[in-house]
């Protein structure tokens, strides 16, 4: 809906964000960017701070330094303001690695409730529009299901519907792979795909690399909360210059 | 529920411990709550009673070569525990009525007393017979003599009958306006002309009764060496002692006595037209006032179920989302109602309130009802907003919903799924607490039966009516609640 200010910037710009749980340091000086048409793999152990730096983009997790910009908005260190929160509220959506679908509601009415009540838009346009979403994700027929009547698939995809509804220009995906036999995963990537042509910009946790390896544009390795390579994921997964990097390979290929 | 609780335990107790009977024991049965000059709780040495039915006792078992041994059971529960043989008598000024005739082995009339009407001192001229009190309230103790003569009152002379549950609130209560004037026996509203001042007790009688004693139907052998016993302390001067002493002996008494020793027939106290004769009869009569009760008790509790509902929806949520001293104030507020017995915070609303707000009784039992049940509420609502899976919440704030969109659109709802079942279940509770309000003179169902149950000297026709009322109540909800739930359960099976 909004389509862009008209200047090619990134879609989110993270540059040098530290988080801390007390004194662990959980993310440092984490740098990147994504722009409008990558989808950005987000690679790494177990442990290694991916689905934080997911969290806080989000506005789900508070940081020490560094700063993150999304869009027009930008999140500072310290306790999210009200201010903040609704300036990011169109600017991202996340599919969550459980998907956290509302359990009290069909997934029609998952995927219209942000629109309707958020967007303020009319409940017609917003059925049409999800309807639409529905249809190009292929699960258009679980329109009138509960989240526990659909498949770990099917899930996936109303939440991705869901996220998709608002027309955020970066959308989150964690871990999507985890829960999805290979056939699915390459529908997911070609989905992936078909939303990052259309201008969006996806920031995907992953430690699968052969799907990086075919989907990704760009891959970024975390270790203990710090990037330690990133570029292309051909160039990255085929010459590994950091450890971690190796270790992540050695347990893929396993 | 806790008093019907309570009586219960007291008569399981004496019905396993302490049936086997002592030939050299009379046990007596009486209620220590009726106070004074009946039987009351010695002031200065509290586990003992006196008063002019205790003597009584004494001298009949001292008569019979017995030790009398005194058996506290609610004054309600008298001829139920008499019937079961429970106690050898009771006494404690019961009143001499065709249903204890009929139902027991009553004594003969050992006191005559006078319903007496008493008004504020200001309204004497004006409030002098039962007649002058229409459109008023008049206030007496229910399922008695005087409660069936102001229901008479109530059809000749559109009177408001008052049932109170002890015989202490009715004269404050007049005191304070909430009721114009006061019906009951003279020995009760001397006692309270001695305590308060700005009452004025009409000497003329309302009606005559008498006093008796009840012993169980079968045991007619002790019942009639009791009457005479009796009789030898009219002629000896013995039981005059007693009523003198305790401030309640007069002429007329005196004339009575001589009735009684001529062997004069006398009469129970009968109010025209509330004694018909067949039990089904009685029944007949009886079905509107208790489906009025019911309706009283079902209104109640919807009315103080939604009152708790929202007090509690609204202390739930300032428990999740309120500042620290907020949610303080509020666990203070939960500890403290859920701490304390909800029968004395009616009293409190009602009578403890009077002074700066006096209520209607129907409202203070709304109110009551519902702040005590909002307690439990907000803890239902609270652990189960508690229990909604964080990660709902965190799918809602990144799709930009406000705090208060995500309570009521997706935290909310999901909670209320959870609380259904407990909500349900408070509800029927309710239902049945709700009886514990006759001691604000709301006349619900339980009360109703009570006073049937009197009337009609046995519980078995009463009982069977009021469980099929309450469950009439109770069973549709708990229809409405598992249909509910099942609903939402075969939404959510794949």
């Known amino acids: ?254 | 529920m806790v008093r019907f609780g309570a009586s219960v335990a007291v008569v399981l107790l004496l019905a396993t411990g302490l049936r086997a009977q002592d030939a050299r024991v009379l046990r007596w049965g009486g209620d220590a709550e009726g106070g004074a000059p009946f039987v009351e709780a010695d002031p200065k040495q509290p586990d003992r009673v006196v008063g002019f039915d205790v003597e009584i006792a004494a001298l009949i078992a001292r008569d019979l070569g017995r030790e009398p041994q005194f058996v506290q059971i609610l004054f309600t529960s008298l001829d139920q525990s008499a019937a079961r043989g429970d106690f050898d008598i009771g006494l404690s000024g019961i009143e001499d009525t065709p249903a204890r005739r009929r139902t027991l082995a009553a004594t003969i009339p050992y006191y005559e007393f006078h319903e007496v009407l008493t008004v504020r001192s200001a309204d004497r001229d004006r409030l002098k017979t039962l007649a002058d009190l229409g459109g008023r309230r008049v206030a007496t103790l229910g399922g008695t003599i005087a409660y069936e003569l102001l229901l008479a009152a109530e059809r000749d002379h559109g009177i408001t009958a008052v049932s109170y549950d002890d015989d202490v609130h009715p004269y404050g209560d007049l005191l304070n306006g909430r009721v114009d004037a006061v019906l009951l026996d003279h020995v009760l509203a001397e006692r309270t002309m001695r305590r308060l001042t700005g009452l004025y007790t009409h000497h003329n009688p309302v009606a005559i009764g008498h006093y008796i004693g009840v012993l169980a139907p079968e045991n007619t052998g002790l019942r009639d060496r009791i009457d005479a016993v009796l009789r030898a302390a009219m002629r000896d001067g013995r039981l005059e002692a007693i009523f003198r002493k305790w401030n309640v002996w007069s002429d007329d008494e005196a004339a009575f006595f001589l009735h009684v020793l001529a062997g004069a027939d006398v009469q129970a106290t009968d109010v025209p037209g509330s004694t018909p004769q067949s039990s089904w009869e009685m029944t007949r009569r009886y079905l509107p006032s208790f489906l009025t009760a019911a309706a009283v008790t079902l209104v109640l509790s919807c009315a103080s179920m939604a009152l708790a509902i929202a007090v509690g929806v609204l202390l739930a949520v300032g428990r999740v989302y309120g500042r620290r001293w907020l949610r303080g104030a509020i666990i203070l507020y939960v500890e403290v109602v859920r701490g304390t017995p909800v029968l004395l915070q009616l009293f409190i609303i009602y009578y403890g309130f009077a002074e700066i707000v006096r209520l209607p009784a129907f409202v203070a039992a709304l109110v009551g009802l519902g702040l005590n049940y909002a307690a439990y509420e907000s803890e239902i609502y609270r652990s189960a907003l508690e229990a909604v899976p964080r990660g709902q919440l965190e799918a809602a704030r990144v799709l930009g919903f406000s705090d208060s969109q995500t309570l009521r659109l997706i935290r909310g709802p999901q909670a209320f799924r959870l609380a259904l079942a407990p909500m349900t279940n408070d509800f029927v509770a309710m239902l049945k607490d709700s009886s514990l309000v006759s001691v604000l003179t709301v006349m619900e169902l339980t009360k109703q039966t009570q006073i049937f149950a009197t009337n009609l000297g046995s519980w078995v026709i009463p009982g069977a009516l009021c469980a099929a009322l309450y469950l009439a109540m109770s069973l549709p909800l708990s229809q409405l609640a598992r249909r509910l739930e099942s609903r939402w359960k075969a939404a959510t099976a794949s």
């Open chain 1, 1 to 254: 809906m909004e389509g862009g200010d008209g200047v090619m910037s990134a879609a989110l710009r993270i540059t040098g964000l530290r988080l801390n749980r007390g004194a662990r340091e959980v993310l440092c000086d984490v740098s990147f960017d994504v722009a409008p048409g990558a989808i950005v793999a987000l690679m790494g152990l177990s442990g290694s701070g991916k689905t934080t730096v997911l969290r806080a983009i989000a506005g789900l997790e508070t940081f020490n330094a560094g700063a993150i910009a999304v869009g027009p908005a930008t999140l500072a260190p310290g306790p999210l303001s009200a201010s903040s929160r609704s300036a990011t509220a169109g600017q991202v959506g996340m599919v969550f690695q459980f998907h956290h679908l509302f359990e009290h509601l069909t997934a029609m009415d998952n995927i219209c409730l942000a629109p309707v009540h958020v967007q303020r838009r009319s409940r017609q346009d917003a059925e049409t529009a999800a309807r639409a979403l529905l249809d190009d994700l292929g699960v258009a027929t679980r329109a009138g299901a509960l989240p526990r009547e659909l498949s770990g698939g099917e899930a996936q995809r109303v939440a991705i519907a869901r996220a998709l509804a608002t027309n955020p220009p970066l959308l989150l995906l964690d871990e999507p792979t985890a829960s999805l036999d290979p056939a699915r995963r390459g529908e997911l990537g070609s989905t992936l795909r078909q939303l990052a042509s259309a201008g969006r910009a996806l920031l995907v946790t992953c430690h699968d690399v052969t799907f990086v390896r075919e989907f990704a544009t760009e891959c970024v390795i975390l270790a203990d909360g710090c990037v330690v390579e990133r570029g292309n994921p051909r160039t990255v997964l085929d010459n590994p210059t950091h450890d971690a990097t190796r270790a992540l390979l050695r347990i893929t290929s396993q």
